[in-house]
């Protein structure tokens, strides 16, 4: 039910809309239903060989009243076949007009609240912390972003106008039924229970059968994502059959849940045609005992036959708008749950605006510890030092140590467990996140470039950045020489994810951007990855020009960073072991010590002691 008013309340902003197109609908039902009384005075009338003026005289029950054309129409249209004729036309007319106003108008609300609930998705799921997306996969995400808002859409527009309509049309029929058949009509109330009870009972089917739809959709744009992006390391792997294999695997899944989701569907048109036919049968049998009896005219009877067929149409919708509006129901599940999740990062109400960076970053006692499916992993403890401004401090140590999920709390992509992060003597839980992050420049192992023009994506988050800037900051990278040469200099586009460059071209560019952002604090995750020697040293000269005059955090596997940091942190099993300069720790003969000679003799002896060896090699390649 909650859900149900979060919809409408996406739909307030456009009540306007709504009421009128209700209003348009009911008019629509209303012609409907007054065109089916013409059958009477047709064949009563019309078509019979004693003339009458009085065209179309129903008494309006408990009112007194009675219905009669002979006022609705002008004077000299007054013999029964213009009148019928005049009544027929604009009825059909009225009705036309109505429903192509309406219809438009519902699907205007509709589609109109459709923007708005995706928007508001779009917003809350790019607001949502890392861990969020490390949580969920991208392909659900995005299958929650195109899939279950295509169903909300389709119940809110298209099935919303078509039950608009049918619901008025039912209802004055329901009207005709009751004016003309009389005692009749009381026959059809016996078909309400079983219509509603197995409406019901379906609805609820398909709410759970497509609710399961959507999921094995889901699971085939993850492999659809998965091996499109990564579709490099699939044909380094040769894994093109057995990928083919998954895919196909999942895509059997979908074809048996959207089966059975048929299955449960199809039923409720049968099942109707069914109890339908039931009814008439009934309904001719009565019928033509009152005929004999004089009770009723052939004409009323007919009257009363057609509505009673016009009737079933609606009826048999609506199991099928039922049906629409529950797989609505539950593909808005998805979208509010995501829109409802609880960040483990949230903004105090109060948080203060951070103006920049003087003094010093402190952590103190900090542990932190990831949360996943109900287990709690501790990845760091007791983490305690001080960095000023424009010293570089460096962590080495094996993998998994806990070095990347270090930096990732300085800019709050994870809030600590224990202990606190002071910045010039600000909590980080205190200070707003935007005015946060603004500090904060991170160039990471894995380059984030977007499908756009160089131009773009140096100046990412400025777009109003004067070009002399961009190109100072390209200049500082090492980055204006290539981009010159590139076909459309500044901007030509770099394909998604900067396929079009070289490793080293990627990571100069993201320098630049980095360099431009010009924040005063740095994370810098340096890439494994070997590169050739020039655009090694190229990107050596890049972030040497990037680092001056910052407050750097870099984890660290090249020799020339350590050297240049002012400080080296150890980490082992989330801990800080060592701590001091490059010769300092030399001199300590610890860890580090031994790191560095063993790089230096290159012998492969197992230093970590638990079989990393091979591991802390690449974590501190390039130290010798
Ligand atoms: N989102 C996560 N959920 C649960 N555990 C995680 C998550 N991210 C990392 N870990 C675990 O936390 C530990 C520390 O990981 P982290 O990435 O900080 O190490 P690292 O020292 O940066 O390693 P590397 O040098 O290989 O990048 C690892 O054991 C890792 O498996």
Same mark, same amino acid.
């Given at each position: 039910?909650? $859900?149900?008013?979060?919809?409408?309340?996406?739909?307030?902003?456009?009540?306007?809309?709504?009421?009128?197109?209700?209003? %348009?609908?009911?008019?629509?039902?209303?012609?409907?239903?007054?065109?089916?009384?013409?059958?009477?005075p047709?064949?009563d009338n019309v078509?019979s060989p004693q003339e009458s003026k009085r065209v179309l005289n129903?008494?309006?029950?408990?009112?007194?009243?009675?219905?009669?054309?002979n006022?609705?129409? *002008?004077?000299?249209?007054?013999n029964s076949?213009?009148i019928? =004729?005049?009544?027929?036309?604009?009825?059909?007319?009225?009705?036309?007009?109505?429903?192509? =106003?309406?219809?438009?108008?519902?699907?205007?609300?509709?589609?109109?609240?459709?923007?708005?609930?995706?928007?508001?998705?779009?917003?809350?799921? %790019?607001?949502?912390?890392?861990?969020?997306?490390?949580?969920?996969?991208?392909?659900?995400?995005?299958?929650?972003?195109?899939?279950?808002?295509?169903?909300?859409?389709?119940?809110?527009?298209?099935?919303?106008?078509?039950?608009?309509?049918?619901?008025?049309?039912?209802?004055?029929?329901?009207?005709?039924?009751?004016?003309?058949?009389?005692?009749?009509?009381?026959?059809?109330?016996?078909?309400?229970?079983?219509?509603?009870?197995?409406?019901?009972?379906?609805?609820?089917?398909?709410?759970?059968?497509?609710?399961?739809?959507?999921?094995?959709?889901?699971?085939?744009?993850?492999?659809?994502?998965?091996?499109?992006?990564?579709?490099?390391?699939?044909?380094?792997?040769?894994?093109?059959?057995?990928?083919?294999?998954?895919?196909?695997?999942?895509?059997?899944?979908?074809?048996?849940?959207?089966?059975?989701?048929?299955?449960?569907?199809?039923?409720?048109?049968?099942?109707?045609?069914?109890?339908?036919?039931?009814?008439?049968?009934?309904?001719?049998?009565?019928?033509?005992?009152?005929?004999?009896?004089?009770?009723?005219?052939?004409?009323?009877?007919?009257?009363?036959?057609?509505?009673?067929?016009?009737?079933?149409?609606?009826?048999?919708?609506?199991?099928?708008?039922?049906?629409?509006?529950?797989?609505? %129901?539950?593909?808005?599940?998805?979208?509010?749950?995501?829109?409802?999740?609880?960040?483990?990062?949230?903004?105090?109400?109060?948080?203060?605006?951070?103006?920049?960076?003087?003094?010093?970053?402190?952590?103190?006692?900090?542990?932190?510890?990831?949360?996943?499916?109900?287990?709690?992993?501790?990845?760091?403890?007791?983490?305690?030092?001080?960095?000023? *401004?424009?010293?570089?401090? =460096?962590?080495?140590?094996?993998?998994?140590?806990?070095?990347?999920?270090?930096?990732?709390?300085?800019?709050?992509?994870?809030?600590?467990?224990?202990?606190?992060?002071?910045?010039?003597?600000?909590?980080?839980?205190?200070?707003?996140?935007?005015?946060?992050?603004?500090?904060?420049?991170?160039?990471?192992?894995?380059?984030?470039?977007?499908?756009?023009?160089?131009?773009?994506?140096?100046?990412?988050?400025?777009?109003?950045? *004067?070009?002399?800037?961009?190109?100072?900051?390209?200049?500082?990278?090492?980055?204006?020489?290539?981009?010159?040469?590139?076909?459309?200099?500044?901007?030509?586009?770099?394909?998604?994810?900067?396929?079009?460059?070289?490793?080293?071209? $990627?990571?100069?560019?993201?320098?630049?951007? =980095?360099?431009?952002?010009?924040?005063?604090?740095?994370?810098?995750?340096?890439?494994?990855?070997?590169?050739?020697?020039?655009?090694?040293?190229?990107?050596?000269?890049?972030?040497?020009?990037?680092?001056?005059?910052?407050?750097?955090?870099?984890?660290?596997? $090249?020799?020339?960073?350590?050297?240049?940091?002012?400080?080296?942190?150890?980490?082992?099993?989330?801990?800080?072991?060592?701590?001091?300069?490059?010769?300092?720790?030399?001199?300590?003969?610890?860890?580090?010590?031994?790191?560095?000679?063993?790089?230096?003799?290159?012998?492969?002896?197992?230093?970590?002691?638990?079989?990393?060896?091979?591991?802390?090699?690449?974590?501190?390649?390039?130290?010798?």
């Amino acid at each position: 039910m909650r $859900r149900i008013w979060r919809l409408l309340l996406y739909v307030r902003p456009y009540a306007l809309y709504s009421v009128v197109s209700v209003a %348009l609908m009911a008019v629509v039902g209303a012609m409907t239903a007054f065109r089916l009384l013409l059958v009477k005075p047709i064949f009563d009338n019309v078509l019979s060989p004693q003339e009458s003026k009085r065209v179309l005289n129903f008494p309006v029950p408990h009112t007194g009243w009675t219905l009669d054309l002979n006022f609705l129409v *002008p004077n000299h249209f007054h013999n029964s076949w213009t009148i019928v =004729a005049y009544a027929l036309v604009v009825s059909a007319l009225l009705k036309s007009v109505c429903d192509y =106003a309406g219809t438009y108008l519902v699907n205007y609300a509709g589609f109109g609240m459709i923007t708005d609930l995706r928007n508001d998705l779009y917003d809350a799921i %790019l607001r949502r912390s890392v861990a969020f997306f490390q949580k969920h996969a991208t392909g659900t995400l995005l299958s929650t972003l195109i899939n279950d808002i295509e169903r909300v859409q389709y119940a809110m527009s298209t099935v919303l106008s078509d039950f608009l309509q049918q619901f008025f049309t039912l209802l004055f029929t329901i009207g005709v039924v009751i004016v003309v058949g009389g005692k009749l009509a009381w026959v059809l109330l016996l078909f309400v229970p079983i219509v509603i009870s197995s409406a019901r009972r379906i609805g609820r089917g398909v709410r759970h059968t497509t609710r399961k739809g959507q999921d094995k959709l889901a699971e085939i744009q993850n492999i659809l994502h998965e091996t499109i992006t990564g579709n490099r390391i699939v044909k380094a792997f040769g894994m093109e059959l057995w990928e083919t294999d998954r895919f196909r695997r999942a895509a059997k899944r979908l074809f048996q849940a959207n089966l059975k989701s048929v299955s449960v569907q199809a039923i409720s048109s049968p099942l109707m045609d069914a109890l339908g036919s039931v009814g008439i049968a009934l309904l001719l049998l009565f019928g033509r005992d009152r005929i004999l009896h004089r009770e009723m005219t052939a004409g009323s009877f007919v009257t009363f036959l057609i509505a009673v067929f016009t009737l079933y149409d609606p009826v048999r919708k609506f199991a099928l708008f039922y049906n629409s509006f529950q797989q609505a %129901l539950g593909a808005s599940e998805d979208i509010f749950k995501f829109m409802d999740a609880q960040d483990d990062v949230q903004e105090k109400k109060h948080a203060h605006v951070l103006k920049g960076f003087n003094k010093e970053i402190q952590f103190e006692d900090v542990g932190f510890a990831y949360e996943s499916e109900g287990e709690t992993k501790q990845v760091l403890q007791n983490i305690n030092f001080t960095v000023r *401004p424009g010293e570089v401090l =460096a962590f080495v140590g094996p993998s998994g140590a806990g070095k990347s999920s270090l930096v990732n709390l300085i800019p709050r992509f994870f809030d600590v467990n224990e202990g606190r992060i002071l910045l010039d003597g600000h909590d980080l839980r205190d200070v707003t996140i935007v005015s946060l992050r603004k500090q904060i420049g991170k160039v990471t192992q894995e380059t984030v470039l977007f499908n756009d023009t160089v131009r773009n994506n140096i100046a990412y988050g400025q777009p109003d950045v *004067p070009m002399s800037k961009v190109e100072e900051a390209a200049r500082m990278a090492l980055a204006h020489e290539f981009i010159m040469k590139m076909p459309e200099g500044y901007n030509t586009m770099i394909g998604e994810k900067g396929v079009r460059l070289s490793g080293g071209e $990627r990571q100069r560019l993201a320098i630049a951007r =980095a360099i431009l952002k010009n924040a005063p604090i740095l994370i810098l995750d340096e890439a494994t990855s070997a590169l050739d020697m020039e655009s090694e040293h190229l990107v050596q000269a890049a972030l040497a020009n990037l680092m001056q005059g910052r407050t750097v955090f870099v984890i660290a596997h $090249r020799l020339s960073t350590v050297r240049r940091a002012t400080r080296i942190a150890v980490i082992e099993n989330g801990r800080i072991t060592e701590m001091g300069t490059h010769d300092e720790l030399l001199l300590q003969s610890g860890t580090y010590r031994r790191l560095y000679d063993l790089q230096f003799s290159g012998h492969e002896g197992n230093v970590a002691g638990n079989g990393e060896a091979a591991r802390v090699q690449t974590d501190l390649e390039g130290i010798a």
